[in-house]
């Protein structure tokens, strides 16, 4: 484009800036109207995994018969569940959508390490997959280590929540006992 160029529009008549500046913004006013532009609207909502049995790394003593993955919006279509652990997939036929749980299966299978992947499309449209890792076997017959595994304990113990709780009163009671004895002291100069 030359049409910028300063020694080409020199000599022809140019409209003032501002009304130039009208004309552009309702040029791309109408441009965007044309285009149908709006704020992007999903058809319906894009769901995650909120949870799932067996949990994300937990531990189960046995495989159970179902497994059960449970999402933020409701899934179109779940296009595969796979369970596979140290003898291959325990998933026993296909996997089932009811709202937003869907529900698979399982065959039993030895204790160990197990993955459960999920490829499920979203009430938006949108494919969702991931991960569950979980384990299948007996607390005693863990290695050292593995007691400290994330999910039971983690929601046992949650030492932050109950902090504010106790040290709050505590330094109360420490300022009172401080201003107590301040005034008592006051009052034992006054009377003696
Ligand atoms: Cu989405």
Known sequence: MTSSHPGRNAGLPVAP??????????????????????PAQPAGAHGQLVSSQPAADGLVEVMPSRAFLTFSAPVKEVKEIAVVGPDGSVANGTATANGPEVTQTLWSGPAGDYTMSYFVVSEDGHDVRGDVRFE??????LA???DQAPAPARSAAEPEDDGPGIAIPAVV???SVAVALVL?????????
Do not use: Y
């Open 17 to 38: 800036f501002g009304q130039r500046r009208a004309v552009l913004l309702l040029a791309a006013t109408l441009a965007a109207a044309l285009l149908g532009w709006t």
């Open 144 to 146: 050292p280590g593995a």
């Open 136 to 141: 299948v076997g007996e607390l005693s017959v």
């Open 173 to 175: 009671l420490l300022l």
């Open 184 to 192: 008592g002291r006051r009052r034992a100069t006054r009377s003696g």
